[in-house]
């Protein structure tokens, strides 16, 4: 498995780093539901754009999760 260190990815290296299939990774593109750059007809996408899709995705964060059984 490629190691992604770099700006721009593509969908192997995107695959790896967000550990999803390639085909999930299409799914997402074509519901619109992941950023995505596609000049020249090449797909690629920006790190720094991935990397806030992830932080923005619904969910808990470890502090939230222990708030919540300290509640209990």
């Not at 593109?29 to 995705?57: M, N, T």
Request: proline share 4%; aromatic share 8%; glycine share 6%.
């Amino acid at each position: 498995m490629k190691q992604f260190d770099g700006q721009y990815m593509n969908v192997d290296e995107l695959a790896s780093y967000i550990k999803r299939s390639r085909g999930a990774i299409r799914n997402l593109i074509l519901r619109r539901a992941i950023p995505y750059r596609k000049p020249a007809g090449r797909l690629i996408f920006l790190k720094e754009e991935i990397d806030q899709w992830v932080q923005s995705a619904p969910g808990k964060t470890l502090e939230e999760i222990r708030d919540d059984l300290n509640l209990h």
